[in-house]
């Protein structure tokens, strides 16, 4: 029973593609968000969801945008890939914006 | 920037031996939280500090926070070869996270 789940796990593309992450979370919590884990490890938020309302929106590229279809899911959409989008994209839920996060396992992109 | 930073970088030790990871970070905060990360995988949430607490426990875990030198320490005691993994700290401010770098920890059996 996987709480956070994303697919794919990886993704490897060419530079100019337009490619989606989805993500999915059965524990009912009312928040999602999208993180960007670099190679130094460094873990940025990208966006937040609360309630399908975008809450928080960091200074990303308009390439990117998040689809939430409902509360349960937060898909992220990235048009013309760049060799700096490469990276590892983490899928993350909460019941509240202050309460503990339960991450996915993880999205490494790799564009060529 | 309000990003949490964790010292070491790096941390090596036997097992048994206890580990010790430090936290400092830029601006108030209503409570800190501990992460783990495996290897190729999702963080996983460890411990959750409030800003009015000095000191928590949690099974061979111990973290402390010090507000007014903006601080925390995550100890691991008796450590495994199991706690292999890279630690992050968490501040919540504005609505949001921001982690830190991480100690990436390796515990030798």
């Known amino acids: 029973d996987t709480a956070v789940s994303q697919t794919p796990k990886y993704l490897v593309t060419q530079m100019g593609n337009d490619k989606s992450i989805k993500c999915e979370q059965n524990l009912g919590h009312d928040t999602m968000y999208w993180y960007k884990q670099d190679s130094k490890k460094f873990l940025k938020i990208m966006f937040s969801y609360n309630n399908k309302e975008l809450i928080i929106n960091e200074t990303v590229p308009n390439r990117f945008s998040p689809k939430s279809p409902d509360k349960a899911h937060l898909n992220l959409h990235i048009n013309s890939l760049e060799l700096g989008d490469s990276a590892v994209y983490f899928c993350a839920s909460s019941q509240t914006y202050n309460s503990p996060l339960h991450f996915g396992n993880g999205t490494r992109l790799t564009v060529t | 920037s309000q990003q949490g930073e964790e010292d070491p970088q790096a941390l090596s030790i036997q097992e048994g031996e206890n580990a010790t990871m430090n936290c400092s970070y830029k601006?108030?905060?209503?409570?800190l939280q501990w992460y783990r990360q495996n290897s190729g995988r999702g963080l996983v949430h460890l411990i959750l500090?409030?800003?009015?607490?000095r000191e928590k426990h949690s099974g061979r875990l111990r973290v402390t926070l010090d507000t007014s030198k903006k601080s925390s320490s995550l100890l691991i005691t008796a450590s495994r070869a199991a706690d292999t993994a890279s630690y992050f700290c968490?501040?919540?401010?504005?609505?949001?996270?921001?982690f830190g770098t991480g100690t990436s920890l390796t515990v030798i059996p």
């Open positions: 500090i409030r800003s009015n607490e």
């Open positions: 601006t108030s905060i209503n409570n």
């Open positions: 968490a501040t919540d401010a504005e609505n949001q996270f921001y």
